[in-house]
Every structure is written in structure tokens, then in C-alpha cells.
């Protein structure tokens, strides 16, 4: 609690369990004030400006409109919201993406409260803050050696089953070229066929099976 004034927290969560259970235990605490809660992204966006919450607590798995999406859009009607991810999912993708998207402090559910009240209370004094887990997955992902994002494009298109010919072909590329990003996608990644590598890319967040994103 600033100056005898409540935090405001806005929960955007669509587990019903679980957004109660979030607003309950918040409430229990002082200096903590539940303004709202939104079961969908779009919700979210309708509701949240009259709300004016300090802080957003954001899943990033949700029907309709997922967290990344309406981080964005949040973020388009407020660039100074600040929004704070909870969520079961930590691929070095979905974190990233919710950073660069605007996030500043990313948590998986299995916080205890004292992690996610010291996280709305650092947010709310203008810091930043992730779990010692994912700030160890931070550091190892940077630690690697990186695809170029010519080679990442190609291993993406490995993931979804495509041949090197069909690669090819979509990338306009020579099949000799489309080879050598294979080689080298394996080579990185420390993997000894295409089929682990479509695995170790999708486990790591480097590719995404969703045809839609």
C-alpha cells in the first residue's frame, strides 16, 4: 500500500476456480483491492478502462482472445497499464512474447502468494520481476547458440512436415540452400534428425504448431 491507498487489481483469468480463488486470497491481504475481474481477453479490453485497475493479472491460455493478444490490445488503449502474466506456461516463447509485448513480471501458478504479492508490489513501485525458474530459462536460452531468423523460418516449416523440396519451393528458395539451413538447424540444436528436431524447437518455444499464429 502508497501513501494509505489500496493497489487495484484487475484479474483476467478464465478458470472460474481459479479467478475466485485469486480474488479471495488478494482480498485476504491488506493494501489489495480486487476491481474487477474478466473471464476472456475481450472482456478484459471492454471492462478494464473503467475499472482502472494499477495492475493486471493476465492467463495467457484463453478462448477467444489469448494473453499475448489482449496484452497487446491493453496495451494499445493504455501504454501505462501495468500487467503482470500468471500462467501454467513458460516456453521460451510465451515468455518473451509477453515481455516484449509490454508484460513486466511473468509468474507460473505454482507462485506461492507472498511471490505473487511481492511481484504486484515491485510492479506497482515501477519494477520488474520473473520467477527465479524462468529467469534461469532466460539465461540459458541466451546462453545458446542462436538460428539465424532465415534458419528458424526453415526449421518452422520442418516442425509442420514440410520436405526440403516443399520448402523450397515456398521460401523461393534452392533446395541445396533450404539443406544446408537444415544441417545447420540440427547442428545447433544438437539433435540428429528432423523429426527431433521439430521436437526440441517446439519444446523450447523456438517454433509454434499453431497454423493460426
Do not use: W
Request: charged share 20%; proline share 3%; with cysteine.
Amino acid at each position: 500500500m502508497v501513501n494509505n491507498v489500496a493497489i487495484k487489481v484487475f484479474v483476467v483469468e478464465d478458470h472460474p476456480v481459479v479467478r475466485l480463488g485469486l480474488k479471495t486470497m488478494l482480498e485476504s491481504e491488506p493494501g489489495i483491492a480486487v476491481v474487477g475481474m474478466a473471464a476472456s481477453g475481450s472482456e478484459a479490453i471492454k471492462t478494464i478502462p473503467s475499472a482502472t485497475p494499477d495492475i493486471v493479472l493476465m492467463d495467457l491460455r484463453m478462448p477467444e482472445m489469448d494473453g499475448l493478444q489482449t496484452i497487446s490490445a491493453l496495451r494499445a488503449q493504455n501504454p501505462h497499464l501495468k500487467i503482470i502474466v500468471l500462467t501454467n506456461y513458460h516456453s521460451d516463447e510465451d515468455v518473451f512474447a509477453a515481455l516484449q509485448g509490454g508484460a513486466m513480471a511473468y509468474l507460473l501458478k505454482s507462485a506461492s502468494l507472498n511471490e505473487v504479492l511481492s511481484a504486484i508490489r515491485e510492479v506497482q513501485a515501477g519494477g520488474r520481476l520473473i520467477s527465479e525458474s524462468i529467469a534461469a530459462q532466460l539465461a540459458r536460452r541466451v546462453s545458446r547458440i542462436q538460428l539465424s531468423p532465415r534458419e528458424q523460418e526453415v526449421l518452422g516449416f520442418v516442425a509442420h512436415g514440410l520436405t526440403n523440396r516443399e520448402i523450397a519451393d515456398l521460401m523461393h528458395l534452392s533446395h541445396r540452400t533450404v539443406r544446408n539451413h537444415v544441417v545447420n538447424c540440427l547442428d545447433k540444436l544438437e539433435v540428429k534428425d528432423r523429426t527431433e528436431a521439430a521436437a526440441v524447437a517446439v519444446q523450447r518455444g523456438l517454433v509454434s504448431l499453431d497454423r493460426s499464429s
